[in-house]
């Protein structure tokens, strides 16, 4: 009779073999806006050259559970299914309600999908969770110019979201190319606009990362400057601390880093700003992609870690985006701004451990606490049981459990053929859902 340990084995190796077959393969894309909702990680939209329709802009919303555990060889991205952005989306920021609710979608280029003409309908548009629908919110205030190239952040406790900057050009229906310095504030309880103290703002900037702080500072960091988008020196830090609505620059010191745009950020819990990506100037290449910003520090001050694994870690790529989930930094998708050929981005995925900065290949979630009761006696039993029933595997139940692998790798290996086979006719069909009505 087969116990329950070989049946297990079987249960596993099956899994994997059809996980194989199920897994949702997407295209490639950048600038693909991002937030992190329950132990998901949704991306809306982005641009890509294997776009099925019309539009290069995606009106596709993807999420990935990091409820379980995965290889990034073969991560478990899925859709909503039958939900799309009401339009395709690009260079735009997303953020999630206070209330957990509502995600909102501010700026970027908005196209048609089917006729990648401009679909401009407002500034600002809300994802009910709930119901699974679009809206445009009625806002009062000061309601923001058009603009992209834009990266907000929202302070869950008072509500308040901030974004800076942007760039508004023909992509967008500016006649002329604008780039903005101005601070814009939507209150969302409210749903009430309003501006930012103007006094010692930063001059116009795109393209850069904007970070909070638990004391309710918000760190700019690296971008493009002016309408002739030069590099912002990533050593001088704006700040604008939003309890006294007052501006400020910081010198950053220790090593001397590349100045980049279209690069990442992350906040870790001992308040540590790591960034990822980008690059100088149009395209030029970051010699340091990863480093570390303390902000514990006065002034703060810049390292680069010493990391581990660096054959498993991302090439050359800006326009992505990252997550931090536990003590795991995701970096997603993104352009891999010095290759010809876009696909060369599979998986667009990448892991980094950020307690020892190891680059890794798979994802194991946090495991709740458990709680040790003092029954020694009983553990002492349990182990002895588990280590003679280990020892004690009869021939015939060994038989058993390498038949079990034989057949599941027959298995593996057939699946694996035919989902290579669907994946090559139809990658581009799945990954992207038809026209429809993020």
Request: proline content about 5%; hydrophobic content about 40%.
């Amino acid at each position: 009779m087969i116990n329950s340990r070989v049946l297990k084995i079987i249960f596993l190796l099956i899994n994997l073999s059809i996980e194989i077959v199920q897994s949702l393969i997407p295209v490639e894309r950048q600038a693909a806006s991002s937030v992190f909702i329950d132990k998901k990680i949704y991306f809306l939209g982005g641009t890509s050259s294997h776009s099925p329709k019309t539009s290069s802009e995606l009106d596709q919303i993807l999420y990935l559970d990091v409820s379980q555990s995965f290889y990034t060889t073969n991560p478990p991205f899925e859709e909503i299914p039958d939900v799309q952005i009401p339009f395709g989306s690009s260079f735009a920021t997303a953020f999630l309600s206070p209330q957990k609710n509502i995600v909102y979608l501010f700026g970027g280029i908005m196209k048609n999908v089917n006729t990648d003409l401009d679909s401009f309908t407002s500034i600002l548009h809300a994802f009910n969770l709930e119901t699974n629908e679009w809206t445009i919110p009625t806002t009062n205030g000061i309601v923001p110019q058009r603009k992209r190239e834009i990266n907000g952040v929202i302070d869950d406790k008072t509500g308040k979201f901030y974004v800076f900057g942007g760039v508004a050009d023909q992509e967008i229906g500016s006649k002329t190319i604008v780039v903005f310095n101005d601070l814009n504030i939507l209150d969302t309880n409210s749903l009430t606009w309003s501006k930012g103290s103007t006094i010692n703002a930063p001059l116009p900037r795109s393209d850069y990362t904007a970070t909070l702080l638990p004391n309710g500072i918000i760190v700019f960091i690296g971008g493009l400057e002016g309408n002739d988008f030069h590099d912002v020196d990533i050593n001088q830090l704006a700040l604008y601390d939003t309890t006294i609505d007052k501006w400020s620059i910081m010198t950053a010191r220790g090593v001397t880093l590349d100045n980049r745009n279209a690069h990442s950020a992350v906040l870790t819990p001992d308040e540590r700003i790591i960034i990822f990506g980008g690059s100088k100037g149009i395209n030029s290449t970051v010699t340091n992609q990863l480093a570390v910003l303390d902000t514990k520090q006065t002034p703060y001050e810049w390292s680069i870690p010493q990391v581990s694994n660096v054959y498993y870690a991302p090439p050359l790529i800006d326009l992505h985006s990252a997550t931090l989930i536990g003590n795991y930094m995701f970096i997603n998708f993104g352009a891999m701004y010095q290759a010809q050929d876009p696909t060369m981005q599979l998986p667009f995925f990448y892991i980094l451990d950020i307690n020892n900065f190891t680059w890794v290949t798979k994802f194991e979630p946090e495991q709740p606490s458990v709680v040790v009761t003092n029954t020694p006696t009983i553990a002492a039993t349990a182990n002895t049981s588990s280590n003679n029933n280990s020892s004690n595997l009869t021939a015939e139940q060994i038989g058993i459990i390498f038949g079990a692998v034989g057949l599941s790798i027959v298995i593996i290996v057939v699946a694996g053929l035919l989902g290579y086979k669907y994946y090559k006719n139809q990658k581009y069909k799945r990954a992207i859902p038809t026209a429809g009505g993020i």
